[in-house]
């Protein structure tokens, strides 16, 4: 059978908040695309839709009126909604469906027991071999990374981690472009399109090796894998070479992490430099940002460093154990701004013992980011980003909270957003009623609505629409 597929990044559910949109194609489904039709040489068509472009009836209104035959979604906890409709709408269509990407991973034995009428196949972790067995209509028992229900039971097949070099990007179809020229009404973290594109070094987090990894994260990589130097640096030369491109935001959790990798990233790059005119943005803890590293950082002409700081209350750190103090954070914000690199300080609120003195502490923080900018870039950071803690399925809080309410999240796979946040702060704070829940998350608001408003742009998570200052 050749299939014609199509692979979708559904959009968020309309209740949560997006302020503006990314102008960078889906990572993960353009890496799977590019292993079947430039590693394998697969003649299949694929098409990649971006749900921060198109709008939900508009890719049903695809579903129903093109002839794919096979359907990938990648979806998460704010668009899982979404994701069913347009799963049903495809199997009434006679199409072959699946999801992948973490949160599927984590809620696989869920949904395939709750929504196989639906979903014929979950691919689990590194979805390359997975999707091109689909693909190709090799036997199921034989594909990795794949799980199906047969007989009453989830199966799953063998599970490995792929070479990371089947998933370098070092081409993108040009129609993948197209969806990202269209007036969407809403605005760009920059101000032009098509400037910024995805990339990763590695998958995984070291983290999760040296202590309990964060109480909120839900990522489903086993161990921590880097690409080769040489395969990072043609990702990067390719991306760096795309019409208008400005800056590679590369999303690995540590890109510093691994220094023997970087010195060798930086050789290759001094005898083949990136053009002037792009930069990275990068991921990186605050215990790396060590004066040694900054000439690394301008040899790579990294201009942005996201540190997560979680808090300014080194209670609640102590309490997610981040291993960090909010001055090391802030040491780190001051060395990176002090030699002219953006800090990007992200924060989440409502973690273990959060109450009102613990988001004054982290108000200042974001404010000291703030005079930081000022003191030495004259002008405000590009982001500070304060979420409201998102209950992602995986993650401790996740495993903390069905424990206590086994009833509604034990087995289940359709799980409301803002009802986990709601249900979790309920548990973790002691709190006996709906009222006391909407007065401790109205403090939540609005503490993360000031800090918000810090930077000069932000993308925040765990929001309701109606939530966000001015929206």
């Known amino acids: 059978m050749n299939h014609n597929v199509l692979l979708v990044y559904p959009p968020i559910d309309p209740e949560y908040y997006m302020k503006g949109a990314n102008d960078s194609p889906p990572l993960g489904l353009v890496v799977l695309q590019n292993y079947v039709k430039r590693h394998l040489g697969i003649k299949v068509e694929i098409d990649i839709i971006d749900g921060e472009y198109y709008s939900i009836f508009e890719i049903i209104q695809m579903i129903k009126t093109k002839k794919y035959t096979m359907i990938g979604l990648q979806s998460m906890m704010a668009s899982y909604n979404n994701s069913l409709i347009l799963l049903e709408i495809a199997k009434k269509n006679g199409m072959v469906t699946f999801m992948g990407g973490h949160h599927a991973t984590q809620l696989c034995d869920a949904i395939l027991k709750n929504r196989n009428h639906i979903v014929d196949y979950v691919i689990e972790g590194d979805g390359e071999e997975a999707f091109a067995g689909l693909v190709q209509c090799k036997e199921i028992e034989s594909i990795p990374n794949l799980a199906y229900f047969e007989n009453g039971i989830v199966k799953h097949n063998l599970q490995k981690n792929v070479p990371l070099e089947y998933g370098i990007v070092d081409y993108i179809e040009p129609k993948v472009f197209e969806q990202y020229r269209r007036d969407i009404g809403r605005d760009l973290e920059r101000t032009e399109k098509l400037i910024s594109f995805r990339a990763y070094s590695h998958k995984g987090c070291s983290n999760r090796t040296n202590s309990q990894y964060c109480f909120f994260c839900g990522r489903a990589d086993r161990g921590v894998r880097f690409k080769k130097p040489s395969d990072y640096v043609r990702e990067l030369k390719y991306l760096s070479g795309l019409p208008n491109v400005k800056y590679i935001f590369e999303i690995g959790d540590d890109f510093l992490q691994d220094e023997e990798w970087l010195n060798q990233v930086v050789e290759l790059l001094r005898k083949d430099p990136l053009p002037e005119h792009v930069h990275l943005k990068i991921f990186a803890r605050a215990n790396r940002i060590t004066e040694s590293i900054i000439p690394i950082l301008k040899e790579l002409n990294v201009d942005e460093v996201a540190i997560g700081f979680e808090s300014g209350s080194q209670k609640i750190l102590d309490n997610i154990n981040k291993r960090a103090t909010p001055q090391d954070n802030i040491e780190a914000a001051k060395l990176l701004f002090s030699n002219g690199i953006d800090t990007i300080a992200s924060f989440v609120l409502g973690l273990p ?25 004259h002008k405000n950071p590009q982001e500070i980003i304060a979420n409201i803690i998102e209950i992602n399925p995986g993650a401790p809080a996740f495993r903390k909270l069905a424990k206590f309410m086994p009833e509604k999240y034990s087995g289940k796979d359709k799980l409301d957003l803002y009802e986990t946040q709601n249900d979790y702060f309920k ?23 000031k800090i918000n408003n810090l930077g000069n742009y932000t993308y925040p998570a765990g929001f309701k629409s109606e939530e966000v200052a001015g929206n």
């Open 353 to 377: 013992g959060e109450d009102e003195d613990t988001l004054q502490e982290t108000y200042d923080a974001a404010l000291t980011v703030k005079e930081l900018a000022w003191e030495y870039l």
């Open 427 to 449: 548990m973790e704070f002691n709190l006996k009623n709906d009222e006391e829940v909407k007065i401790f998350r109205k403090k939540l608001v609005e503490w993360g609505n």
